[in-house]
């Protein structure tokens, strides 16, 4: 690991915080917890070094800034069922079902954009 000074060890800790909280499962449709916290990590300008800050922003703008702006973002928790039901024990999934599904699909994209954070985190900020 590399040695930082002080200040500049616990900016990045607080990065790494900002960021996943982003993206918890409890948090990523929460768009002005979202908001709030791209605003603060924007005052790390000139705390950290411009080369990690411009990759920061380049990590957001790729990574979480999609969860704010595209209108489509959680359209991969959409459940879709086959028309092709041949098999006859094969029924139509329950509503209770595809709210699971759903559930699974954000806690698997959460966990996707977590490990993102922590590959980011590793390469740029330890």
């Known amino acids: 690991m ?3 000074n002080e200040k500049q060890f616990v900016a990045r800790l ?3 915080i900002l960021l996943r909280e982003c993206v918890k499962y409890k948090n990523i449709r929460n768009k ?12 790390y300008k000139g ?3 411009d080369k990690i800050y411009k990759k920061m922003q380049d990590f957001i703008t790729d990574e979480i800034r999609p969860i704010l702006y595209d209108p489509n973002y959680f359209d991969f928790m959409e459940v879709v069922e086959s028309d092709d039901s041949k098999d006859e024990s094969c029924s139509e999934l329950t509503l209770e079902e ?3 599904m759903k559930v699974c699909k954000l806690y698997e994209r959460t966990l996707e954009l977590a490990e993102k954070i922590d590959e980011f985190v590793s390469v740029y900020l330890y």
Request: hydrophobic share 40%.
């Open 98 to 100: 595809r709210v699971e």
């Open 47 to 49: 705390v950290v070094p």
């Open 14 to 16: 607080e990065i790494y």
């Open 32 to 43: 002005d917890l979202i908001v709030e916290n791209l605003n603060m990590l924007n005052g």
């Open 2 to 4: 590399k040695k930082y």
